[in-house]
């Protein structure tokens, strides 16, 4: 069963090449082999070793209920005990020892006589290896394990060839947890966030030109000024236009980029206080719709070669931060993922203590790797007060370092105001009300 689940393409042999001792399991094979069940469940297990002994583990029951209740499966150790060998308790075939005072093997002993019966119809004979031999006492295959856990893989965001890597053990203690997770329910969410991003990651053009500031010298042909081209329409003028072009003293366009692109790490600080508890509309909770978000960007950061920091945060006192940096892939498991994603600290809310922790490791970066503009990406709730002496720090550090901010209040208009803290805060902001729409934020995945 393992080999019909895992191999590409298994090869059943049919009863005319088995010996009769097993024609019992060959039936019964064949009719797990062949069932259109069996033929969705090997899209998912053919080449996975995990997946495929998933298979046989949802089918153990039922294979064991058919070998034993089959109806010829007396026979079969009839036929066993007639080619000389038995198995052990351990499960190895040995050869019986030849007593004396038996018939040598390979002769049944005489039966006892018996008294005649009625003659009875005569049935045809199912077919050897035909499903209608063991239809009643073998259960199609259950494919639910199986595709459940990869569903729940995909949508975590997790490389299928990292999880085939895992030993056996490992990886059905990771599948336990995915699917016992705080945020299980909420998977479909999570791998459509994911998704969305990715596809608006596809539609981000780098290097696009921005505001019109002035005149320059150059050899971009695509930002020539119109006297520039007139040139090329007078014969006497191209040789010109060609020296010129060579020598990079063409006039030029000169463009200010009004998005410049981020290179320092990616931060998003995700408010886990009390309220995000609450569901919104369609029953998704406010910290669901923040960690899918986040898990997108952690996606976005991988796929651009910079670190990402996650940094959990209520009161002031509660903060926990989960490093994954670009350079050690390992950092980035599924079970440090998972630890990030299922952490809830509770209590009460404060902006000051993930945005100074936040600063900090920008600070740390620029330091040990020369790199700036880095982007904070704040996800909460709840609207708070900051101290002056602090917000002037702040507007220093940003300044100094170059990183943008960005806002997402989830459920809460009085934070997305124009007058709010978080609005004096951030460089960008917006408010998600409808928390089943993944959309809301795809526009931070053009710009980070």
Known sequence: MFLAAYKTGPRLRGPEEMPASRLVQQRVVASLVESPDFAVLRRESAGDPYAAALTVLAQASALRRSLERAPDARDARDARRQEGRTPDPAGRAEAVPHNPGQPPPGQLPPRA?????????????????APGAVRQVAAPPAPGEAREEAALVRAWGMDPGELERLPYDERARLAERLRTSRLARWAELIGRFRRMADGERARKVENTTGELVGVTLGDDLSRLIPSELAHLGLP??????AARYAAGELMLYESQDERPRGRGAVIACVDTSHSMYE??????????????CALALLDQARHAG???????????????VFRFPAGEPGTAGPGRVLDFAESFLGGGTSYQAPLSAAG?????????????????????????EVTEEWMRGWRDAKRRLGFRVFGVAIGAPRAAEADSVLDALCDNLRSVEDLTDVHAAADLFRVI
Do not use: N, Y
């Open 279 to 292: 569901a919104g509309p369609g029953g998704v909770t406010r910290e669901a719709w923040a960690k899918a």
């Open 306 to 320: 910079r670190d990402f920091v996650g940094i959990l945060f209520s009161a002031a006192d509660k903060v926990r």
């Open 113 to 129: 006589p018996q008294a005649p019966q009625a003659p009875q119809a005569p049935q045809a004979p199912a077919a050897p290896g």
């Open 236 to 241: 006497e003028l191209r040789a010109v236009f």
């Open 360 to 384: 900090e490791l920008l600070e740390e970066e620029f330091a040990h790797a020369a790199r700036t503009r880095g982007d904070i990406v704040m996800l909460t709730d709840d609207e708070c």
